[in-house]
């Protein structure tokens, strides 16, 4: 098969959706890999690096004319004139919160697999983990930043200082972002409270941290106190394929302290705060009642060299399975992969992804039969 890889476009998009060392397994099972020319640059990897593992560097035309085009973030407007029937896209999609997206994809009749829906029994997400677990680290980092009274935060450090209370950061979903941006805050050393609704969740984060972190049960009692009391509200919740339930109201956000800050991770599914909209790394936040809103929807992007290996360690197994075996036979096989597949041939082959979107939902097998 050939496997296009095109430079990604989106506003603030650095990262790519291979490595030299993925483009050597491709190519050593007789795929042939087509990299548009500069499109590692920002991951600090060359042409040259891509060439001598075997990759051709070609056009962005190019690129795109492949069987099946490889990418990171969802197709954007200037894309939208590439698909085409029967091609095969394998990206992030997050289409309950890009309905233009997901029009242009059944408009178009592309079988498009979506990293964040392809999911193990046990309910993991393989594919969305790496970035989530990135997001989360840097959600808190991003946080204390915009603490600081320069970048119109209310001047707290994260830490405190001795005999001064540290910051208060409230995480909302003890998932992989969740509990990574947790993490992050008690090492920073900060006071932490971890929301989940999930008990399991919060009996392995209580494990880990043993007490560092306060567990709490996740609901609207809990999070209306905790964000009243919050520096930094970290905000990762996911119903997975489907739109983030809004967790935090407007009217909980006008309670909160003046300077405080959001962070809201799950943007990309619409959002768990009622005033989250999303913003690009060129202009990442704003402010609604006087609370910095940081909301933005590629948030790894601004550390490409690691979200890049991070990404594509965790895809190129998946990448590897649709380039040997063809979509039809990958899906019929393997259920994770069937679950990843969001369109084909003009219908929503993903559940929950059907119902955010408020249409008829098929099942993946019989759609790529078809
Ligand atoms: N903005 C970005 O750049 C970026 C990057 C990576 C991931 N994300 C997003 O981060 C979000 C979280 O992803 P994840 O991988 O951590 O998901 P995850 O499935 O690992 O964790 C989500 C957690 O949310 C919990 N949850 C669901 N509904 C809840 C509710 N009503 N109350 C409390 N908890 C609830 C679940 O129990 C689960 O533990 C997703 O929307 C994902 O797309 C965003």
């Not at 990171?72 to 999609?93: A, C, D, I, N």
């Not at 999930?198 to 999070?223: K, Y």
Request: glycine share 10%; aromatic share 4%; hydrophobic share 45%.
């Amino acid at each position: 098969m050939k496997v296009g890889v095109p430079a990604e476009v989106k506003e603030g998009e650095h990262r790519v959706a291979i490595t030299p060392d993925g483009v050597r397994e491709l190519t050593t099972s007789r795929h042939r890999v087509l990299v548009e020319a500069g499109a590692g640059e920002d991951s600090a990897i060359s042409d040259d690096e891509f060439a001598a593992a075997g990759a051709s560097i070609v056009s962005v035309d190019e690129a795109w004319g492949a069987d099946m085009v490889v990418k990171v973030k969802e197709p954007q407007p200037s894309e939208y004139g590439r698909l085409r029937p029967g091609l095969v896209l394998f990206t992030y999609l997050h289409l309950a919160a890009y309905p233009d997206v997901a029009r242009q994809l059944l408009d178009s009749g592309v079988m498009a697999l979506g990293y964040e829906t392809v999911q193990l029994a046990n309910g993991a997400l393989p594919l969305l983990a790496p970035m989530s677990e990135v997001a989360g680290r840097m959600a808190t980092q991003i946080g204390a930043h915009y603490l600081e009274r320069d970048w119109g935060g209310r001047g707290v450090l994260l830490g405190g200082a001795p005999g001064v209370q540290p910051a208060r950061v409230v995480v909302l979903g003890a998932g992989n972002a969740g509990w990574n941006a947790a993490w992050i805050a008690q090492g920073m050393q900060a006071e932490v409270v971890l929301l989940d609704k999930n008990l399991d969740r919060l009996r392995f984060a209580d494990e880990i941290h043993q007490g560092r972190v306060l567990t709490q049960a996740s609901n609207r009692g809990a999070i209306e106190r905790a964000v009243a009391d919050a520096d930094l509200v970290i905000g990762a919740v996911l119903v997975p394929g489907g739109r983030a339930p809004v967790l935090v109201t407007d009217e909980m956000v006008h309670g909160m302290k003046r300077g405080a800050v959001i962070v809201d991770i799950a943007v990309d599914q619409g959002g768990c705060v009622e005033t989250t909209h999303e913003t690009t790394h060129a202009d990442p936040t704003y402010v609604v009642h006087d609370v910095i809103h940081y909301a933005v929807g590629n948030i790894p992007a601004s550390v490409p060299r690691t979200s890049t290996y991070a990404l594509t360690n965790a895809t190129l197994a998946y990448v590897a399975e649709v380039a040997s075996l063809g979509v039809s036979e990958a899906v019929g096989r393997d259920a994770a992969l069937a679950q990843g597949l969001n369109t084909c041939g003009g219908q929503v082959t993903n559940p929950a992804v059907a119902e955010a979107l408020g249409v008829d939902y098929v099942e993946p097998v019989a759609a790529v039969e078809h």
